[in-house]
């Protein structure tokens, strides 16, 4: 499975947009890129999956290059309720034996 | 349509009690999941459940057993906790086992004395 690395913490202030930029150097050709969100006290929440060039919906965009070695989450005009882990998973979303393997994500602490 | 919810929230053991952890879901999924979340790192996976009837081991099932009753619960427990299994524990359910969106629970917070 490809491994991730992620910045470990980011800050920001409300009103900014958050770039987000994950490591995984070793993805392989069927692998996918996924993003969970996770707040204090609660469980993951899906946020976005892409497995090339952008994908955008109603609460991120996913940016990910041509080589697909990295991927960038984009939170645009961040509010205090963002503040929460941001994990990066990759796999092959087609593959049965596949399982979400979580790092330890990044946190995010946006500020008034 | 509460989606998946688990019991107890919170639970205070001694070492070598044992408890069961359950968890339920009204969204219809086949798979379901057993997460354990340690302080300030990543899920990793216990035990899952592709459909009704079947059980596999995840990345660190020693400990523990699972039971997946009917398609709507999928129970964890623990034999003889050890202090070590101190955790925060997630459920979570999805489609099928090929990795659509997994929907968590609100957890269950368990401290091994």
């Known amino acids: 499975l490809a491994k991730t690395t992620q910045p470990i913490s980011m800050d920001s202030y409300e009103g900014q947009e958050v770039n987000i930029t994950c490591s995984h150097n070793n993805i392989a050709t069927n692998d996918y890129i996924t993003w969970y969100q996770q707040f204090p006290s609660q469980g993951p929440r899906f946020i976005i999956q892409?497995?090339?060039t952008k994908v955008t919906n109603e609460v991120a965009s996913l940016f990910i290059p041509a080589d697909r070695k990295s991927s960038t989450l984009s939170l645009p005009r961040v509010s205090l309720s963002d503040t929460a882990v941001y994990y990066c998973?990759?796999?092959?979303?087609?593959?049965?034996?596949?399982?979400?393997?979580f790092g330890s994500g990044t946190r995010l602490l946006v500020r008034p | 349509n509460a989606g998946v919810t688990q019991t107890p929230k919170f639970q205070v053991l001694k070492t070598g009690q044992s408890m069961t952890l359950q968890c339920a879901q009204d969204?219809?999924?086949?798979?379901m999941y057993w997460y354990r979340q340690d302080p300030g790192m990543g899920l990793r996976l216990i035990y899952y459940s592709a459909s009704e009837g079947t059980t596999d081991k995840g990345e660190v099932p020693n400990g523990y057993n699972v039971s997946r009753l009917n398609k709507r619960e999928f129970s964890l427990r623990l034999e003889s906790a050890a202090p070590s299994q101190t955790s925060v524990y997630f459920c979570?359910?999805?489609?099928?086992?090929?990795?659509?969106?997994?929907?968590f629970g609100p957890g269950t917070r368990l401290l091994v004395l």
């Open positions: 979570a359910s999805s489609p099928g086992l090929d990795q659509e969106t997994q929907y």
């Open positions: 969204m219809n999924h086949n798979s």
């Open positions: 892409g497995y090339k």
């Open positions: 998973l990759v796999g092959d979303i087609m593959d049965s034996s596949y399982k979400l393997i």
